[in-house]
């Protein structure tokens, strides 16, 4: 059976006066973007303007949400209620929505944003909020989210479609979750290493750790940054390597 993956970036993370990434040029190569909705990033013309780019480049969209921090870009942990989680997510998810509904299209999927995402990932009963927002919205969006983690497994059980996620310049703890940012080793910038890593997550479901042992894990969809002109030659080059290795890049719709 051929192997097949999904493309994802964060897009959208443009302020007002801020611009933030380089999303003309990254939607040329992914397949899926995660549209920040305001909170941690993005303002309602860039939402509009950045789906628009999306169905120009024949990209699948979903929402992106993230907390309340825009000082902090959304990478700040906060003290949230599992009724907060629930609240937060279906604020952002539904002002994307009347921005893909005006353009003519939907929401292929749902992925948390930065301490949201890392937080609800292995906090059950912020999960437990999230899973009920989107079951009550849509029980037929996908979530994405940190392939193996809590949220996940539990999306699974409640019967949504969930796609699993890894990331193409992190590295990974023994548990499945990702090296904090603050130690040393938790980003990969050597874009061959980078490469080889993605390719055995895909084809082989595994990835080394930290520590050196080899842990499984579940690729649908591979995170890939586009800030910068390097990183966007980076989303270039995977992409490319893939399909030459024979993995066909497609969007999560069509496999999950």
């Given at each position: ?49 950045t789906i628009k780019l999306a169905i120009e480049n ?135 290493l980078a490469l080889e890593r993605i390719k055995m ?56």
């Open positions: 059976m051929k192997a097949v993956v999904d493309l994802n970036s964060d897009l959208g993370e443009s302020y007002g006066a801020y611009t933030m990434g380089m999303d003309s040029e990254v939607l040329k190569y992914v397949t899926t973007a995660n549209v920040a909705c305001g909170f941690h990033a993005g303002d309602p013309l860039t939402m509009d303007k024949n990209t699948m969209v979903g929402a992106h949400p993230g907390y309340p921090d825009l000082l902090g870009f959304g990478r700040r942990n906060m003290d949230i209620t599992k009724d907060e989680a629930k609240a937060y997510m279906l604020y952002q998810l539904g002002a994307l929505a009347a921005f893909a509904k005006a353009n003519n299209t939907s929401l292929q999927h749902i992925k948390l944003h930065g301490a949201f995402y890392n937080t609800t990932s292995i906090n059950e009963t912020l999960a437990e909020g999230i899973i009920e927002g989107i079951i009550e919205y849509d029980k037929n969006i996908i979530l994405l989210a940190l392939s193996g983690c809590k949220l996940a497994k539990l999306a699974e059980e409640k019967g949504l479609r969930v796609a699993h996620e890894v990331f193409a310049d992190r590295a990974y703890n023994t548990d499945g979750t990702l090296v904090s940012r603050k130690l040393p080793g938790s980003m990969i910038h050597d874009e061959t997550m895909v084809k082989e479901g595994k990835v080394q750790a930290i520590d050196g042992s080899y842990i499984s894990i579940k690729a649908d969809s591979i995170c890939v940054h586009g800030d910068n002109p390097k990183a966007v030659e980076f989303v270039k080059f995977i992409k490319e390597s893939l399909e030459e290795d024979g993995i066909e890049i497609k969007p999560l719709n069509s496999f999950i």
